[in-house]
């Protein structure tokens, strides 16, 4: 029989985790697939055409996996991929492509609550974080919501690599069996999982902050 913590997004009930690891774009905002399709919008192509050129045009895939991995900065990123915008048969928006995923991606705040509520209950709370833009977590104050901040950009190494998630719990102070990460993307729960860290794959606050709650040996109230 798998065990839970070797299966993204589902919650062994008979045992409580004593830290938590959180993902920044999709899980502490709106999703990120929400805002690659108004990005598209923005640039004239077609409905999830500007997140395909970032899984398919060999330039711009290979920019951001040396962005996220703190070898390419913005204005590197953002040249490839506009080239590959155009190359698609798009235009540049008006404000520059990083800022116009910012632009659309909202703080979800019923998360950014959960965070500081678990962080408020003496339990340690690390952020793991694929970077997209030297700015996106501006809006947030990382020493209020995390004991620490783990950047790909910043340790040189991204998700869902295992080293990332070790370099988090080392930080923390805590082993990986320990640890519960809520995610939006099951490649990086899977990743995680495979050191024995437990995931919630996010969807709504509705759905994760319960389940994290009980994971963490928190009271799960009535409404949630």
Known sequence: ??????????????????ALLVDFGGVLTSPVLDAFAALSQECGLAEGEALRLLTQDEQARSALVEHEEGRLDDAGFEEALGAAVVRAGGHLPDRSLLATLDAHMELDTAMIDLVREVRAAGIPVALVSNSLGSGCYDRVDLDELFDVAVISGRVG???????????????????????????????????????????????????????????????VPATS
């Open 1 to 18: 029989m798998t065990s839970a913590a070797t299966t993204p997004g589902v919650l062994d009930e008979g045992v409580t985790r004593t």
């Open 157 to 219: 190494v991204r998700k869902p690599s295992r080293r990332i998630y070790t370099i988090a719990c080392e930080r923390l102070g805590v082993a990986p069996q320990e640890c519960v990460l809520v995610d939006d993307l099951e490649h990086n729960l899977a990743g995680a999982a495979r050191l024995g860290v437990l995931g919630v794959h996010h969807r709504d606050a509705a759905l994760s902050a319960p389940q994290v709650r009980r994971s963490l040996g928190l009271p």
